[in-house]
């Protein structure tokens, strides 16, 4: 079974930048897209964005274009979600996902997610 | 685009049957039969429990079934159980560029 393995938690001052990975253990890392789910405190899921591990084509959800970059490294299995700049509106749980490459396909696997909190 | 509509609770007694709505648009529900659900218990990650509308991935219970009508799909749990007390979450298929689309999530109480 697919394991998506994220780093625990974060705490970051404004300002800061910042890189949370997600590595998965499982096997054909590059048959995937991978994709980052927002969650903030008390609330809901929210898409962010959504890479392809075969040719790193990405999608942004129009929240969050430009505030964040996420990127893949094939010779690890690691997804990553990088902020340049942060906010404590940035505070949140970031959960990581895996999909098939077929359009329409749902997440099957999630990440334990990771916690990031943004406070001066 | 807007988060698809789903009521924020709904309750129901061991054994019964509740249903959680999830409104979308032409653009995204009306459009695709990509909707899928999530369940997510506090402190955890989501786990997908339908796919597809009605499909149920393997060792997902088959008291969670799926549907649509048109701009609205459904999750019903039949013989609701204490261990089903969680959010639910839809999520709709909108286009290329917006892959995914989630609802606002239903917390289900098990009274």
């Known amino acids: 079974e697919a394991q998506l393995v994220q780093s625990r938690v974060e705490v970051k001052k404004p300002g800061e930048s910042l890189r949370i990975s997600c590595k998965d253990s499982g096997y054909s890392f590059s048959n995937y897209w991978f994709g980052w789910v927002r969650q903030m405190p008390g609330k809901g899921l929210e898409w962010m964005a959504l890479?392809?591990?075969?040719?790193?084509?990405?999608r942004y959800s129009p929240s969050f274009r430009g505030r964040v970059t996420m990127s893949v490294d094939t010779s690890t299995s690691t997804a990553y979600l990088q902020w340049n700049s942060l906010e404590a509106s940035d505070t949140a749980m970031y959960f990581c996902?895996?999909?098939?490459?077929?359009?329409?396909?749902?997440?099957?696997?999630w990440g334990q997610g990771t916690l990031v909190t943004v406070s001066s | 685009q807007s988060a698809l509509t789903q009521p924020r609770s709904v309750s129901g007694s061991p054994g019964q049957s509740v249903t959680i709505p999830c409104t979308g648009t032409?653009?995204?529900?009306?459009?695709?039969?990509?909707v899928s659900w999530y369940q997510q218990h506090p402190g955890k990650a989501p786990k997908l429990i339908i796919y597809?509308?009605?499909t149920r991935p393997s060792g997902v219970p088959d008291r969670f079934s799926g549907s649509k009508s048109g701009n609205t799909a459904s999750l019903t749990i039949s013989g609701l159980q204490a261990e089903d007390e969680a959010d639910y979450y839809c999520c709709s298929y909108a286009g290329t560029y917006t892959p995914y689309l989630f609802g606002i999530g239903t917390t289900v109480t098990v009274l």
């Open positions: 890479i392809s591990a075969a040719n790193s084509d990405t």
């Open positions: 996902a895996r999909r098939p490459s077929v359009t329409g396909s749902p997440f099957e696997s």
């Open positions: 032409s653009s995204d529900i009306g459009s695709y039969n990509f």
């Open positions: 597809a509308v009605n």
